[in-house]
């Protein structure tokens, strides 16, 4: 019997994205005669029934296009908004899955759809996942599609304003995405010779970083680039951070937990406008004029790189191979060349941060460029 299966792309859009709809749509209908059809707006679609089919001429001239032909959304099954208030859809959307006589549903996402997906998969649907996302962040695959576009975008901007920093004597703080991963800003920065990067995973002390800009003012360079991610943190900020998570661990009631997770969330939005901030403390410390760029949604936006095109065909064609085997309650990994399906209880609710030790880093200090600590 020929096998039915639904698709969804959820959270941020991700170029590649209409890359892996075309390679999981193709391979399952033209190498495994499955029918597939498409859900608008991610888990909402779901929830609200709306579809499309995705047929040969659907996934036709999709493959170089940014953004997602399904659209996408940042709902979550169980807390979903409907009529100003947050229900929980889930069993509605186990009555759509089966009303579309579906086989296994794949869920294009991040770290939070891998939990939304993982939480669908504990409710009994046969479910695949795909990881995607700009911040490279999502645990157990070598990397994201998205990832590779959006990095080749940060670095030409760190290019472009090397030329201007470079003719004013400014130091130019470059603002990247990346949530509270520093993959896009350690990347582009590296790739794109800033002087300093910072990232959430090092704490960076502000006093140290205009210590370095000033040496290279000094030394004859009297402009720097700044790449910071937006999830930097200074020492301060990290450690009120620490200790507001010491406090939710140690907390007794549930009630008191919640109430420390809505300061964290609370906490990390406001450091979100911090990089405004930096550049003002680094155009005091220095007496160097300073502006700041940030990238923002340029980075999601746009033609995927070749290098996201060839994952998330990838990707897309081992999930059709592995819904033909049946596989499912797993996210399809990238490793080294190929493809491994990984269980999706290792993945929701963990997030890949960039390694103290990886080598990004050590080539970063060895030569020189400023961290942050
Ligand atoms: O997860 C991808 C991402 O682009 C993050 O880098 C960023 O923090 C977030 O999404 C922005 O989300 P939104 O587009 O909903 O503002």
Request: with cysteine; aromatic share 4%.
């Amino acid at each position: 019997m020929a096998k039915h299966i639904g698709i969804l792309t959820a959270g941020g859009d991700s170029p590649g994205l209409n890359a892996a709809i075309r390679a999981v749509g193709k391979a399952a209908e033209r190498s495994f005669a499955m029918n597939v059809i498409g859900f608008r707006d991610g888990f909402r679609g779901l929830v609200e029934n709306r579809t499309v089919r995705l047929n040969g001429s659907a996934l036709s001239g999709i493959l170089t296009i940014g953004g997602t032909i399904l659209g996408t959304s940042r709902d979550k099954p169980h807390r979903m908004p409907m009529g100003g208030r947050e229900l929980d859809m889930t069993e509605v959307i186990i009555a759509n899955y089966h009303k579309h006589n579906l086989d296994a549903l794949v869920c294009l996402g991040g770290g939070g759809t891998m939990k939304n997906a993982y939480h669908l998969m504990q409710h009994g649907l046969n479910i695949i996942t795909l990881p995607k996302t700009i911040d490279n962040d999502v645990a157990m695959t070598d990397v994201t599609f998205g990832f590779d576009t959006a990095l080749g975008i940060a670095t030409e901007a760190v290019d472009r304003l090397h030329s201007t920093a470079h003719s004013h004597h400014r130091i130019i703080v470059l603002e990247v995405m990346g949530h509270n991963a520093g993959w896009l800003a350690l990347g582009a920065g590296l790739a794109g010779g800033a002087d300093v990067i910072l990232i959430p995973e090092i704490p960076y002390d502000v006093h140290s970083v205009a210590d370095a800009i000033l040496k290279r003012s000094q030394g004859g360079k009297g402009f720097s680039i700044v790449v910071v991610s937006e999830g930097a943190l200074s020492t301060e900020a990290a450690a009120h951070l620490a200790e507001l998570e010491a406090a939710r661990a140690a907390a007794e009631s549930k009630k008191e937990r919640k109430a420390i997770k809505a300061q964290i969330e609370a906490f990390r939005l406001e450091q979100l406008n911090n990089t405004m901030r930096l550049t003002r403390q680094l155009e005091e410390l220095t007496r160097l004029e300073s502006r700041l760029t940030i990238l923002g949604h340029l980075q999601r936006g746009g033609t995927p790189s070749a290098v996201d095109r060839l994952l998330a065909t990838r990707l897309g064609t081992a999930a059709a191979e592995l819904i033909e085997q049946e596989v499912y309650g797993v996210m399809v990994a990238a490793r080294g060349e190929g493809a491994e399906p990984v269980p999706l209880e290792q993945v929701a609710g963990k997030r890949r941060v960039v390694p103290l030790d990886h080598p990004w880093i050590r080539s970063a200090r060895l030569i020189g460029v400023n961290l942050g600590d």
